[in-house]
């Protein structure tokens, strides 16, 4: 963050951001002088998570009113601190991931549910990739397909 802040020092908020299970940004604009107590993290609802594209939390997801809209810990993700493309002189943008208790990956967030099934899919040998059309490259010898 420091330097970051060299680099930008007209900095004056920062966006953190929490990507939902739609891919829409959730998020809070903070002080640049609070950046450094973000370290130790802020706090979302776990309901974000089962929020339907208009912003509707999904009860039968039993992340939202039942629960009682608990709030989790979010922890800033290592090395997203970039400026924001609204206003890249005096804001900067960063994104968050939110953990359990004990700092472990929460389980339903979209970024550990991916992260999950590549690692399942390396165990078996296989290495997703990305292809020149809409779709997944596995590569990988051919035996274990």
Same mark, same amino acid.
């Given at each position: 963050?420091?330097?970051?802040?060299?680099?930008?020092?007209?900095?004056?908020?920062?966006?953190?951001?929490?990507?939902?299970?739609?891919?829409?940004?959730?998020?809070?604009?903070?002080?640049?002088?609070?950046?450094?107590?973000?370290?130790?993290?802020?706090?979302?609802?776990?309901?974000?998570?089962?929020?339907?594209?208009?912003?509707?939390?999904?009860?039968?997801?039993?992340? !939202?009113?039942?629960? *009682?809209?608990?709030? %989790?810990?979010? @922890?800033?993700?290592? #090395? +997203?601190?970039?400026?924001?493309?609204?206003?890249?002189?005096?804001?900067?943008?960063?994104?968050?991931?939110?953990?359990?208790?004990?700092?472990?990956?929460?389980?339903?967030?979209?970024?550990?549910?991916?992260?999950?099934?590549?690692?399942?899919?390396?165990?078996? !040998?296989?290495?997703? *990739?990305?292809?020149? %059309?809409?779709? @997944?490259?596995?590569? #990988? +010898?051919?035996?274990?397909?």
């Amino acid at each position: 963050m420091k330097r970051y802040l060299e680099r930008y020092p007209n900095t004056q908020y920062v966006d953190v951001l929490l990507t939902d299970l739609n891919g829409c940004f959730r998020g809070k604009r903070i002080p640049v002088s609070s950046l450094k107590k973000l370290e130790k993290g802020c706090y979302f609802p776990a309901s974000v998570f089962a929020m339907d594209i208009l912003g509707n939390v999904v009860e039968e997801a039993g992340l !939202g009113q039942e629960m *009682g809209e608990p709030d %989790r810990i979010c @922890v800033p993700v290592l #090395g +997203s601190l970039t400026p924001s493309a609204a206003d890249p002189e005096f804001i900067g943008q960063m994104l968050l991931t939110m953990v359990d208790e004990d700092g472990a990956p929460f389980d339903v967030e979209p970024r550990n549910v991916l992260n999950r099934l590549w690692q399942q899919l390396r165990q078996r !040998g296989l290495f997703p *990739g990305r292809s020149g %059309r809409a779709g @997944v490259l596995f590569t #990988g +010898s051919p035996a274990r397909r």
